[in-house]
Each structure stands twice: as C-alpha cells, then as structure tokens.
C-alpha cells in the first residue's frame, strides 16, 4: 500500500519568504506528527495531531511556524519569513493512533534558505 | 530538559558480532512508550522495535533486542549478529506522551 508522502521533495526559497510543505498521511492513520531534522542531528518534534483533538504544538520553534491537517488527513507545515537557520530536512510521519504504535515516516522535504 | 540521552555518538562493530547502543531516558509519566529507529545513508526512517512501559518481557523482532531496565530508566538496543547492512544512524525515541528522539548513535560494522 501507499506510504507516506511530502511534497516538494526539495524546496530553496530566499530569506524572507513563505513556504509550504505538505505532508499525505497512510490511510486511516489518525495521528501525525512533524519533525525537523538539521544536518548530521537528530529529529526535532515539532508539532502533533491526533484525531479531532487539539494539536500538540509544543515543539514549535517560533511563531513563523504553524501547522493544519485538513478532515483527519493531509497536513500542511508553514513556514513564514523563512531564516536561513530554517534550513533543514521537515519529516512528516502517520501512525495508527496515539500511543505505542510504530510511526511511518515519510521521506522528507529538504528545505534550503539562501 | 533532555528526555532522551544516547551518550555514544559513533560506535564501531565487527560483521557477525552484536553490538548494544545505549539509551537512556527520563520522564514522570508512568506510561510511555520506547522507541528505536534506524536511518541508513538515504535518509528514510525506519522502525526497528518498541518496547511499553508496562511491558514485562523484552521487546525482541529478529535480530534485535530491547534491554528494558526500567529502574534504572535504560533501553538498550541489542543487535546480534551484526552485518554490513546495519551501518546507519540509529536513534532511540520516547512517546510520554510527546515524542522525543535521542541524538543517535552512528553504527559502523567493519567487514
């Protein structure tokens, strides 16, 4: 079956402008998670959704960040007046439900602000 | 705070040798979940093995293991058998219920 997908696979964009990333979930799987990457580190959690309830943006780095997953399914990350510390890989991932299920990751947008 | 520790930031392993990477962790919540996730040179995440809070037995899924010592708030992955194969980066994750990673561990297995 279908994976994960994100689209673009990779974006550059100028310091100072919007960006979009966009995140399909595997089908029927009511949580979603984004995650930030910088090069040679480990996952940043950035924000969650799971079902109907109320998002967990705890991991979100500033207010330029904000997120919205449309009828239980495809997400969409924002990024307004990107920096150039922005840059980074943004992994998407879907699982089954909250807690102890395995998450299915997506295989990421890389985003380069010049 | 850092929920997630993984204090070996590279480690080597002879081919057909098991090799543990440590993780520890930290959290209040009596229910959480641990995770370990391997990423080769490509980039893709890929699930290896989880292992509950309440669980009372060992997490294991082919070659690998999950040392759970839960006093001591460790999760150790244990690899056996190594193959060239398993070379990547592998991280160790906590859902309590945010999920956090660890830094990782890069894993060489020398031939």
């Known amino acids: 079956g279908a994976g994960v997908s994100q689209s673009p696979s990779n974006k550059v964009t100028e310091k100072g402008k919007d960006v979009e990333l966009r995140c399909d979930p595997i089908?029927?799987?009511?949580?979603l998670y984004w995650y930030r990457q910088s090069l040679g580190q480990g996952l940043e959690f950035l924000i969650y959704f799971q079902g109907n309830s109320a998002p967990d943006k705890s991991g979100l780095p500033s207010d330029r960040f904000s997120a919205e997953r449309t009828g239980g399914s495809v997400s969409t990350l924002t990024i307004q007046r990107t920096q150039q510390e922005d840059s980074a890989v943004y992994l998407c991932?879907?699982?089954?439900?909250?807690?102890?299920?395995?998450?299915?990751f997506g295989p990421g947008t890389r985003l380069t602000v010049t | 705070a850092q929920k997630i520790t993984q204090t070996q930031p590279g480690m080597f392993v002879q081919e057909k040798e098991a090799v543990t990477l440590d993780c520890t962790y930290d959290t209040s919540d009596p229910s959480y979940g641990l995770f370990w996730y391997k990423q080769p040179s490509s980039g893709e995440m890929i699930f290896l093995i989880y292992?509950?809070?309440?669980?009372?037995q060992n997490a294991t899924e082919g070659r690998y293991s999950l040392n759970f010592q839960k006093a001591r708030k460790s999760a150790n992955l244990v690899i056996s058998a190594s193959q060239l194969g398993d070379s990547a980066m592998y991280f160790c994750a906590m859902r309590d219920p945010d999920m956090r990673f660890g830094a990782g561990t890069r894993l060489t297995v020398k031939p």
């Open positions: 292992q509950g809070s309440y669980d009372q």
């Open positions: 089908s029927g799987h009511t949580a």
């Open positions: 991932a879907s699982s089954l439900a909250a807690g102890g299920y395995e998450q299915y």
